[in-house]
């Protein structure tokens, strides 16, 4: 029996997170229903990252076992004719039937976006924070940089978490002016807590707006306590771009490696 692993993109505007629940849509659902359709057979779809509810993504991994088969190609277009439009696979690829989502994934990346112009913006306004205030970049940036590194990151965690250890490493953080009134924070890391990078980015924004000192990121981080940080940035501002697979890379149906989105 064959291992299918997909690449998914999806809006989060529609869906209450990737995680299947009781009465409300998810992504994990249409994705089942799909393979459903295709195969006859309800199968379960694991996947990488359990995006909060809103939440959006370029780059995020599933997998379920092949009970009917059929080639790489047949289950791409089928897979993307039985989703709903606001969901794409881009691509499709068999592996070794020991292969983990989750467990195998050695790195993420996500991005979100901030507009600081003074008028709403007419595009990108599902997908960005409508701050519409000016931020101090480079304050932010000095901020971010008390974080990089492998540190107890308690203070960035929601409270009903349940990461058996709050210890992770974040490898970067990028603060770019993308256009004159969009900022981009760029986090990369071994892997998150729940809500973690919207409280870091909801921090980030505190010492942008002038309200801290971006040494207090350092003061926050040590304390190890969620009330010690700034507000939860808001979840559809927020996008999974990229899993990272070291020994499981992508290859296209011509057999050729790739890396979906150029980010590793």
Excluded at 152 to 159: E, W
Excluded at 166 to 194: D, H, N, Y
Excluded at 252 to 258: L, M, R, S, V
Aim: charged residues 25%.
């Amino acid at each position: 029996m064959a291992r299918v692993r997909l690449l998914i993109g999806y809006h989060g505007a529609n869906y209450h997170g990737w995680q299947q629940q009781q009465s409300v849509p998810s992504v994990e659902e249409a994705i089942t229903d799909a393979v459903e359709k295709m195969s006859g057979v309800r199968v379960r779809v694991r996947g990488a990252s359990r995006t909060d509810a809103g939440v959006h993504a370029y780059g995020q991994v599933a997998c379920f076992d092949e009970v009917v088969e059929r080639s790489e190609r047949t289950w791409y277009r089928a897979l993307n004719r039985w989703t709903p439009h606001d969901i794409n696979i881009y691509a499709v690829q068999k592996v070794a039937p020991d292969f983990h989502p989750r467990h195998d994934a050695r790195g993420k990346i996500y991005t979100y976006r901030i507009w600081t112009g003074e008028l709403r913006a007419l595009q990108g306004v599902e997908n960005s924070w409508q701050w519409r205030r000016p931020l101090d970049i480079e304050a932010m940036r000095t901020a971010a940089q008390y974080l990089i590194g492998t540190h107890d990151f308690s203070s960035f965690r929601a409270a009903y978490c349940d990461a058996r250890t709050p210890v992770r490493t974040l490898r970067r953080i990028l603060i770019t002016q993308e256009t004159p009134s969009m900022i981009k924070i760029t986090i990369e890391g071994s892997a998150f807590l729940k809500y973690m990078v919207r409280n870091i980015v909801g921090s980030l924004v505190w010492v942008g707006k002038g309200s801290r000192p971006p040494e207090w990121m350092g003061d926050v981080l040590k304390a190890c306590d969620r009330q010690a940080g700034g507000e939860t940035a808001p979840s559809h501002a927020l996008t999974l771009e990229t899993i990272h697979y070291p020994h499981h890379p992508w290859v296209d149906y011509a057999g050729e490696i790739y890396r979906p989105f150029g980010a590793w």
